[in-house]
């Protein structure tokens, strides 16, 4: 019993000792370490959709080209080294690399870029994401067993090395698309050793027998713990990838992620809560970043409702939002939204419904609706409990003309079935673009497109969407997308309300880590420079 | 003695059934399905999906398919948004972590729950009752997802060896040990004082005292046995429900454990993580009250 003490002092001083941080260790080795909010829900980069996926697969897959460290419009050359288009942007030909390897040493070859085209599109399969493909030629009716020959999508190897595709039309935005996952080739030898090319859940890409051809490989992987990626010796420019290894960490809770970053636990997180972001700005702004995100966020009204079925009545509820007020108060590091594209250097989206609360007023009282007058209480959906924004849009509406909207809440799930089967009347919504280009946008916004869900439908919409399909000529295409946007938001099916911002914590150890607009950041370009210690 | 274990294992195995047949058809009544995505799936690619689990059968022909698997193969099924996952696995693998940190906090929750309560009831109306009864009131009242952050901060941002969250160090256990242990060291505490003074105040206790029978030893040989019977009845659930994981402890620590399935697996319309769920947390509870009975019929005579 007198020894209490001492063991107690011991253990107070094991605990106490001063120790190298999780980070310090890491920059030490070479290791990122990287918050990723959740558990894969596979590495088979044919299956997965998500962001935190896409993440993993970065690491671990290489298409044809890859996205520049810095610039987000720029393609640099991938597991291609040549990617040329003809003059009409429809056939384009990749030269592969003769020293591309998969992680097994096995050679990449265009037959494995042809047979991870062929089984994405295999309706057996099942792929989610498989639409990404359908700008190849034929690969549409493919997909959906109109057709049952691969030979009729535009698919052809020339050579081991060498093979050609055409799209569907002139695509000269195909490098950007091509950055997205569902492109990345799939190593054939492995999936049919484990399965057959249609077959769901084939385990070839379980961790333990995960072949990549990207510049990690897998080392080890516990569910709901970690994923850890390490060098993949036989990456075709190896010798050039600074960092040994990336660790993705799958932390749920965005004020868990803030704490570990501060205890030294994490190089990079993946979000920061509004309120963590007041905090660092005082505390520690260095490693706080705030960057732009190509995403939006938007109410959509449910146009097969009334009084949403009068366009002046759309118009009035939008005008009534002051965007500015909402960006500065409610949102952090966002910006307000007139259009539903969010600009990039190549577009300046056009300039749909700004705050004119008199105007509005005006709109309110033609559609039948003086001073919000007879207007019918309608619910306002949202799957955030604790989102402040739909209150502070809800006393707008109160306050400029006088409509009164309730505010329902449902979980997610429950909240992603009211807006899909159109059983709402106005509902928060927010899209992330799959790729840099209006394309990705405005599609969603044609007749019978899945994403929808407002019940809008417009011919002349439709026919300036279809028209930039067939043109070749890069600004002349961008001007058809921008005048079909235009007659989106005069229409106002919709609300844009901001685009979204990025705010999250980085390392000061971090180099080589610039914004980029889809947060894609290629980890063979990241370095880690050990920090001098900070005195106290 | 036979007879009562044989009736309590049967009335658990109705019980399970009962249970698993209620959540078959409970999940399927949630307004959305494992399919409802942010980006809606196309419906040819729905079509297929369903195929590959079942899901396009009618409700009848999926749960008696599903009762087959499970009692013929113990085959829980698979996870319909993760590929090929089994729930099996799920379980297999976040149960170790969950059983660790719940042996770690249920140790935590006797040594301080236990003494606190008998020194509150032997010290009757003292200072020491006072901190006792305090201390079990704020662990009542204060819930983890307070305690958690607290400690996280204070304890895991001071010292460098205690990581504020995470499963990967050797020290990682204590927080969300504490954290857990803690609340249910209240309810210990509160329920053996109870327990305690009901039993001081027992004539047989008077009678040790008058033969002269020193203080500590009538509370360890005569009072502990039958005070603690209200808290080894709640030990029981108890434990099962912390080696079932917490949700709350997990997400604040970052633990690999059982309790954040429980929350995602019914957000996502995981149907069959969380009928697998349901029934391993059915059967912990079943065997955990089990296992109560019988220490409660080996520490009362009367109950023989």
Known sequence: MQRLPLILSACLLLVCCDKETQVEKATREGILLIGNTADPKSFDPQVVTGVLESNINRA??????????????????????????????????????????????????????????????????????????????????????????????????????????????????????????????????????????????????????????????????????????????????????????????????????????????????????????????????????????????????????????????????????????????????????????????????????FFDPEQARKLLAEAGYPGGKGFPRMKLLTSNREATQPVAVQAMWSKEIGVEVEIEFKEWTAYLLATQTLDYDIAFGGWIGDFIDPLTFLEMWSPGNGNNNTGWDNQDFVDKLNQSFQSTDPAARYDLLKEAESIMLSEAPIAPIAYRGKNYLLHPSVKGWYPLLLDGHPYDSIELVPQPPKRE | MLRLITSRIFQGLLTLFVLVTLTFFLVRMMPGSPYTEEKAIPAHILERMKAYTGLDKPLPFQYARYMKNLVFQQDFGELIRKDGVKVSEVISDAFPVSLALGLASMGIALLVGIPAGVIAAVRKNTPADFSCLAFAMVGICLPSFVIGPLLAVSAGLYFNSLNVAGWSSPTDWIMPAVTLGMINAAYLARLSRGGMLDVLNQDYIRTAKAKGVPGARIIIRHALRGGLIPAIAFIGPAFAGMISGSFVIETIFQIPGMGQHFVNAANDREFFLIQGLVLFYGFLIVAANLLADLAQVAINPRMR
């Open chain 1, 60 to 353: 671990l897959f290489e298409g044809l080209v890859n996205s520049h460290p810095s610039e987000d419009l720029t393609a640099i050359p991938g597991a291609a080294e040549e990617f040329t288009p003809d003059e009409t942007y429809t056939v384009w030909t990749a030269k592969l690399r003769t020293n591309a390897k998969w992680s097994d040493g096995a050679p990449l070859t265009a037959e494995d870029f042809a047979f991870a085209y062929e089984r994405i599109l295999t309706p057996d399969l099942g792929a989610k994401y498989a639409e990404m493909l359908y700008f190849l030629k034929g690969a549409e009716d493919f997909n959906k067993g109109k057709s049952k020959d691969f030979t009729s999508v535009g698919i052809k190897i020339i050579d081991p090395h060498q093979f050609t595709i055409t799209l569907r039309g002139p695509t000269p935005y195909f490098r950007e698309v091509l950055k997205h996952p569902t492109w990345n080739p799939v190593p054939k030898h492995m999936v049919l050793k484990f399965g057959k090319i249609g077959q769901i859940a084939n385990s070839w890409s379980k961790p333990h027998r995960l072949v990549s051809n990207g510049p990690y490989r897998m080392k080890s992987y516990r569910r709901n713990d970690h994923i850890e990626v390490e060098r993949n010796p036989h990456y075709w420019n190896a010798k050039n990838v600074k960092l040994n290894g990336v660790r993705f960490l799958p932390i749920s809770n965005s004020y868990t992620e803030s704490r570990m970053f501060r205890d030294g636990q994490l190089h990079v997180t993946y979000t920061a809560a509004p309120d963590v972001v007041d905090y660092m700005k005082k505390h520690d702004p260095v490693s706080l970043r705030q960057e732009p995100y190509l995403g939006t966020d938007f109410y959509r009204f449910n146009n097969t409702r009334k009084p949403f079925k009068d366009v002046r009545v759309r118009r009035a509820l939008s005008m009534a939002i002051d965007r500015d007020a909402l960006c500065k108060s409610v949102y952090r590091g966002y910006e307000p939204a007139y259009a539903i594209t969010p600009p990039t250097d190549e577009y300046t989206p056009p300039r749909g419904v």
